[in-house]
């Protein structure tokens, strides 16, 4: 079994920061791809920001010069640091995450999701 735990959203005016975090446990044998989505009311889920086993990322332009994603691989961790919020990246958003077996699958697994509210 693996288990996301998620992190660090809320309440936030517009131009404020929030750090989103999320670990990673159980049995893992290596934890591959991971990132962030979020989905608004009356939309459909949408990447946020990705990151490789190698740190290379890749964010939407809606987000990009904003957000940050980052990984902490001894602590099987990913974060997400969200800077100049506005309204419309108010969302609940979900951590993902690819894990790889001993036997070369791939899972993939979602975390319960953390309310982001921006108000302007």
């Known amino acids: 079994q693996v288990q996301l735990v998620e992190s660090g959203g809320g309440s936030v005016q517009a131009g404020g920061s929030l750090r989103l975090s999320c670990a990673v446990s159980?049995?893992?044998?290596?934890?591959?791809?991971m990132g962030w989505y979020r989905q608004a009311p009356g939309k459909q889920r949408e990447l946020v920001a990705a990151i490789t086993s190698g740190g290379t990322t890749n964010y939407p332009d809606s987000v990009k010069g904003r957000f940050t994603i980052s990984r902490d691989n001894a602590k099987n961790t990913v974060y997400l640091q969200m800077n100049s919020l506005k309204p419309e990246d108010t969302a609940v958003y979900y951590c993902n995450t690819v894990i790889g077996t001993v036997n070369r699958r791939e899972y993939e697994y979602w975390g319960q999701g953390t309310q982001v509210t921006v108000s302007s």
């Open positions: 159980g049995s893992i044998f290596s934890i591959n791809a």
